[in-house]
């Protein structure tokens, strides 16, 4: 750093120099703050998202940095939530890449004390074996001498933060298979 | 709202700073009431009598917008002599059968209208077809009908009513509202709801000083409305005011329902619920609904945009099994499984414990911690074969087996519990593309920025392997049981190394195409000939000419205050519902202030900010021929499209289980007897199913007993924190900022009690008792009601066992009764008791319960009668 660009550097010059009479605004900035990048800067790329908590659907921009996601900030863009989030919406990039997500499948078998971790194709193969199994079981051609063509051995309940396009799976899958018994939160 | 919809309340506050006045009504002073010109805090549970009171003022003053109510509802049409009000029947409606706990509709009809087969809804229907068993129409109503339409109203008779625009005659529906609301008077109100009547008279006055030609009126409420026996007729309450004021269909006007979850809008719409289809299609009624054209017949309106209900119902039959539906096998609709009475969730938990259902899928929810009477989910679960948990983390309701609070008081024992339970890691928003629809029917798509870690998965992922791997298992299968999940269309494409369904593709098939495989632009190109694919009607245009519209993202500033290019909302991206009231009935705006939509003279067409809620070309001068259908048959002055008359509806002829208009009752467990009618409570309230030892019901009023449950309790949400906890109580951030259950009480009930503030309370009703910290505030306002010094204790309900902060669930001391038409429970008033100090331990703690029935006289009889 030269003598000049030293003196250019002192708050107090700058102050008066550049029309911050009080020190309060950018002459007030040290070297260091300069210097500082927002998370966000070096992200490789922005991806358009939506805020998973509540029903305002505050729009998010999600930052990736090789392959991982680094920052969730609010979208500036959209005309419902002008860039703003609440605690929760500025929390979700702990609720995506946080310590208490968990990724491995787990099983507790009938009458165990503890949990095992099983592979999640093992799991796929066991649930769909006991849905044929129970659907089998409960089901029912006739209720009190009407035919319902139905089984009333599973049941679901789905949380209200899924996506249409998963609700729209699991009504036409569990439909197909007989069942009524296909709860929301919305009813709760 | 600035507590639990903080970014939405931004725009409250815009409003604020332009003039508007904020009238905030809450048990509870909130951030909101902080920043509102009138906080008006009530009794949990009585708000029927107080908007009923308002409903009074305003038709006892001439406040209502007459034009408005002449021209666009159905205020001036006649009864038939056969109905009788709740004035005249000391709280009950005419057509009550006591024995069967349900309500006949046949007398809450329109005068003038050919009452015969198909009148009123499908239950009717079955019962007019012959049906003189009353178990098998009770059955048919307690399936949730009233809920089906859900984007409009139910069937009428055909014809045209007899009406009197003058509004005068004494059986125009005008006349029976103002006899209705009659004794909803200041006095009334401040007896129910402890409201005193200075308050109660400025709200009023800023109401109807804030209604017209020049200004309007928004209400918004959470969803904890709808959380009471009598949750719909709240909401109907609201709706009753706001047509009488003009405030519907117009800018800063209608009702909105402020949802707490990303996408609870979208739930109904494309619904995993019992008793409907995609687009409120209603489930097919095992009595009744044996084949296609008896499902039309008894479920389409001949009027308006549900008279199209077979195209609909045909265009979803072919999205769900393709080229195997077709006109010769009634396009597969005996594929669909029957209902024979309520299916809900509640139903569910009962039909656990008798052993009955076996398997139970939970889909990023948590019932252990959320649901009414969180205890018996707890039961219930640990009473079947097999229970699959797809969360983020180990909630509740994954290791209720393993540290449950019924695992501490011995009432469970681990080893015992036979439960195989699977918890299957779920995937974040971040890491899968699809759309989520909010609280104002706009959906929006989220992308997939990365792909999920581990074995964490999106539920499409689930639920499409799922299927394909029991298709898989059942293939070649002869069975005629297996022949609708093996003819299902179960194809989507996949992509990447997890083989992740392409969500845009499910989109396509919810909007659906035509015979070409063309993307549709408009459920009005339905057919009901098999040649289009529509999963969701009310959808259909979200992936017009092949674009995702959900996904458009034209930034607000570059684009008009509706901002139509933001998202797509239903139906056909309208913003605000049957704007065509926005105008008057010549098609000009009510006001310059108030223009949102208009009939362009000079091009014969709607046009304005918004796209227009009515047919494009429809002139407002145009009248139906005699002989006009669907929605040619609804005139030009009949904003409400998806209404069978087109109108906004003062009275409900049918559609609803208990009651054309709404009435004052007190909630299930209440310390107060009904002041206005000798009926307590919802004579129709859905309680019966839901006889259990552990959910019993309090004496109330002047019952013997009563005096043990002396304060009104409600539950609520915290800023921080969401529902249940499942997406908030694993985040270290959040978990600090909320660490810790607690109940609020006002000093006076602190003084009352011996309660400390930061220290601990036990709070005990009939079905269980619970520990808090105490939060000592005047925030909670003690009311005077009926002469009496009433006090309330606050709940947030987000807590567990499990997480960053526990505690225990406010759930555990609500009951199961359930509002009759759509089976919510009632959890946001409820009587208990609060004592110093923490709660027992072990078995005592259950000790501690039954000592309180014991001495309340409880037992299964205690709040089931009528
Ligand atoms: S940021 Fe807050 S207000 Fe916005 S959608 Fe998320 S939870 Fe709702």
């Known amino acids: 750093m030269g003598v000049r660009s030293w003196i250019e550097e002192w708050p107090v010059l700058r102050q008066v120099a550049d029309s911050d009479p009080l020190g309060r605004g950018a002459a007030a900035k040290s070297g260091a703050s300069k210097h500082l990048a927002p998370r966000v800067a070096t992200a490789d790329k922005v991806v358009k998202s939506i805020c998973p908590y509540c029903a305002v659907g505050c729009g998010q921009n999600v930052y990736v940095k090789e392959g991982k996601v680094v920052q969730i900030e609010g979208d500036p863009q959209s005309p419902v939530s002008r860039g703003r989030l609440c605690p929760k919406g500025s929390a979700s990039l702990q609720l995506t890449t946080g310590p208490a997500r968990r990724h491995q499948v787990m099983y507790r078998r009938p009458h165990a004390t503890e949990w095992e971790v099983i592979p999640l194709e093992q799991a796929m193969d066991m649930i769909a074996d006991r849905v044929i199994k129970s659907r089998r079981g409960r089901w029912q051609w006739e209720a009190n001498g009407t035919r319902v063509r139905r089984t009333m051995g599973i049941a679901t309940l789905g949380g209200a933060t899924l996506d249409n396009e998963e609700n729209y799976l699991i009504k036409k899958l569990f439909t197909a298979l007989g069942a009524i018994q296909i709860e929301n939160q919305a009813r709760v | ?365 948590n019932p252990a911690v959320g649901s009414a009477n969180a205890k018996m989910q707890r039961l219930g679960m640990a009473s079947l074969d097999w229970l699959v948990v797809l969360d983020f983390s180990l909630i509740e309701s994954a290791t209720w087996w393993k540290d449950g609070p019924e695992i501490e008081t011995g009432e469970l024992r681990t080893e015992d519990i036979g439960t195989e339970v699977f918890f299957m890691p779920a995937a974040a928003h971040t890491e899968k593309a699809g759309s989520y629809t909010n609280t104002q029917r706009l959906l929006q798509w989220h992308h997939q920025a990365v792909e999920s870690p581990g074995d964490a998965r999106s539920d499409l992922w689930f639920t499409f392997h799922l299927g394909r791997k029991i298709r898989e298992k059942l293939a070649g299968s002869t069975d005629e049981m297996d022949r609708p999940i093996l003819d299902l269309t179960w194809d989507y494409p996949t992509q990447g190394r997890l083989a992740e369904p392409d969500a845009e593709a499910v989109l396509a098939e919810i909007n659906g195409w035509d015979s070409n495989g063309r993307p549709l632009a408009s459920y009005e190109q339905l057919n009901s000939d098999g040649s289009t694919v529509c999963g969701c009607w009310i959808y259909c245009g979200v992936y017009a000419n092949g674009v995702n519209q959900a996904a458009r993202r034209r930034p607000a500033g570059e684009q008009n205050w509706v901002a139509n290019e933001w998202g797509w909302a239903w139906p056909a991206n309208r913003r605000i519902l049957y704007n065509r009231a926005s105008a008057d009935p010549d098609g000009k705006p009510w006001s310059e202030r108030k223009a949102l939509v208009w009939w362009d003279q000079e091009k014969a067409m709607w046009a304005g900010h918004d796209v227009p809620d009515f047919s494009a070309a429809k002139s407002p001068h145009y009248r139906p021929p005699a002989a006009a259908r669907g929605a040619e048959a609804l005139s030009g002055i009949d904003p409400f499209v998806m209404q069978a008359d087109g109108k906004a509806w003062l009275f409900v002829p049918v559609g609803l289980t208990d009651g054309p208009l709404p009435a004052h009752y007190e909630p299930q467990d209440s310390p107060f007897r009904n002041r206005l009618y000798t009926q307590q409570r919802n004579p129709v309230r859905q309680v019966l199913p839901f006889r259990h030892p552990d959910n019993r019901l309090q004496p109330s009023g002047d019952q013997p007993g009563s005096e043990l449950f002396p304060y009104v309790a409600t539950t609520y949400r915290l800023t921080e924190h969401h529902t249940a906890g499942g997406m908030t109580r694993w985040l270290p951030y959040l978990a600090e900022l909320q660490p810790e259950f607690f109940c609020e009480v006002s000093p006076e009930l602190a003084a009352q009690r011996g309660l400390e503030h930061l220290g601990w309370a036990t709070v005990i009703t009939a079905r269980n008792v619970v520990e808090c910290r105490v939060l000592v505030t005047d925030r909670m306002t003690p009311l005077t009601v009926q002469g009496r010094r009433m006090h309330q204790v606050g709940l947030p309900y987000h807590w567990g066992v499990a997480g960053y902060t526990t505690g225990d669930s406010a759930n555990d001391l609500t009951g199961m009764s359930l509002d009759p038409n759509v089976h919510i429970q009632e959890v946001k008033a409820f009587a208990c008791d609060i004592q110093p100090g923490r709660r027992p331990r072990g078995p005592a703690r259950a000790e501690l319960v039954a000592s309180y029935q014991r001495r309340a006289g409880i037992t299964e009889q205690t709040g089931m009668e009528i």
């Open chain 2, 1 to 365: 709202m600035a507590e639990c919809h903080p970014v939405g309340f931004q725009w409250v506050m815009e409003a604020k700073a332009r003039g508007a006045k904020l009238i905030h009504v809450d048990p509870r002073f909130t951030r909101t009431s902080a920043l509102a010109d009138i906080h008006v805090p009530l009794r949990a549970g009585t708000d029927i009598a107080f908007l009923g009171g308002i409903i009074n003022y305003v038709l006892q003053n001439d406040k209502y917008f007459r034009e408005y109510v002449v021209a666009y509802t159905n205020a001036p049409v006649i009864l038939t002599e056969d109905f009788a009000d709740t004035e005249d029947l000391d709280g009950v409606f005419s057509g009550f059968d006591p024995e069967h706990r349900s309500y006949d509709f046949h007398t809450w009809q329109y005068q003038g209208l050919a009452v015969q087969a198909a009148s009123g809804e499908r239950d009717q229907e079955y019962e007019d077809r012959g049906g003189q068993d009353r178990e098998r129409v009770s059955a048919v109503r307690e399936a949730g009908r009233g809920e089906a339409h859900g984007s409009g109203g139910a069937k009428i008779p055909s014809g045209s009513p007899d009406t009197d625009e003058t509004l005068s005659h004494p059986r125009c529906i005008f006349q029976v509202l103002k006899r209705h609301f009659a004794r909803y008077t200041p006095q009334t109100v401040e007896d129910i709801c402890g409201i005193p009547q200075e308050t109660f008279r400025q709200v009023c006055e800023l109401l109807t000083e804030n209604s017209g030609r020049d200004r309007t009126t928004a209400f918004a409420y959470a969803v904890g409305w709808t959380q009471h026996t009598v949750g719909v007729q709240y909401i109907r309450t609201a709706a009753i005011l706001q047509t009488l004021l003009g405030n519907i269909g117009r800018p800063g006007g209608g009702i909105m329902a402020l949802r707490g979850h990303a996408s609870i809008q979208g739930s109904t719409d494309i619904p995993t619920l019992f008793n409907l289809l995609p687009g409120y299609l209603p489930m097919p009624h095992a009595y009744g609904n044996q084949t296609l054209d008896t499902f039309i017949e008894a479920e389409s309106t001949e009027k308006g945009y549900w008279a199209n209900m077979r195209a609909y119902m045909v265009s979803l039959l072919k999205a769900y099994w393709g080229a195997k539906a077709t006109p010769e096998n009634d396009f597969c609709f005996d594929y669909l499984p029957r209902l024979t009475g309520s299916h809900s969730t509640y139903e569910t938990v009962m039909a656990q414990l008798a052993g009955d259902c076996k398997g139970y899928f939970l889909y990023g929810e």
